[in-house]
């Protein structure tokens, strides 16, 4: 078994433990899709063994401050690859280009290098796939419980602004997710429009 395997198993069964029951969505299944999505996106980029080692970690570590929070929810993970990384034995500058991949998928993303805009696209992969009404119903649901937002329209109108502000960084995500990313938030929108236009009846 690989030392990344080891952290692997260690992290996800972590994750699996502790996270709060209520995240329906920012879950070890949200972690282990990243995962996926960032080594089907280094592939095609052309990302080295190196560089992919470094991206899956950054994405097992992503929301494992959600073990403590919502809040600074970025900051905590990397506290958590700091404290877990050099047992495993990652070198200084690679859990800083981990954590600065982190660092990037905050809202609204600000990815500065290619490993930082593959990490940003793995992490918000579902909006352009076709499990993304399943996966965004777990994140609306996760949000009501946390009072966040209160009902479909307020989360359909949230969901429409921040679709239409999200960008995809790498040509992979943009040929693999824009054109469905768009086909939803049209569906999305014509909800919002159809509930009011309803309304004013």
Known sequence: MT???????????KLEKELPRHLSYHNIDHTTDVMQAVAL???????????????LTAALFHDSGFLIGREEHESASCDMAIQ???G???????????????????L????????EEILCDA????LGRIDFFTLSNRL????????IVKDEEEWNMQQADFMGGHRYFTETSINLHQAKKEQYIEL??????????????
């Open 123 to 126: 992490d918000l992969d579902y």
């Open 88 to 106: 495993f034995g990652y070198q200084p500058a690679e859990i800083e280009t981990i954590c600065n991949m982190i660092m990037a998928t905050r």
């Open 3 to 13: 030392r990344f395997q080891q952290l692997k198993e260690l992290i996800l069964g």
């Open 140 to 147: 609306f649901a996760e949000l009501r419980h946390e009072g």
């Open 41 to 55: 996106i280094g592939d095609i980029e052309g990302i080295d063994e190196k560089n992919k080692r470094l991206l």
């Open 108 to 115: 609204p993303q600000s990815p500065q290098n290619h490993l």
């Open 84 to 86: 877990y990384l050099p």
């Open 188 to 201: 999305i929108k014509s909800k919002i429009s159809n509930k009011i236009f309803n309304e004013n009846q």
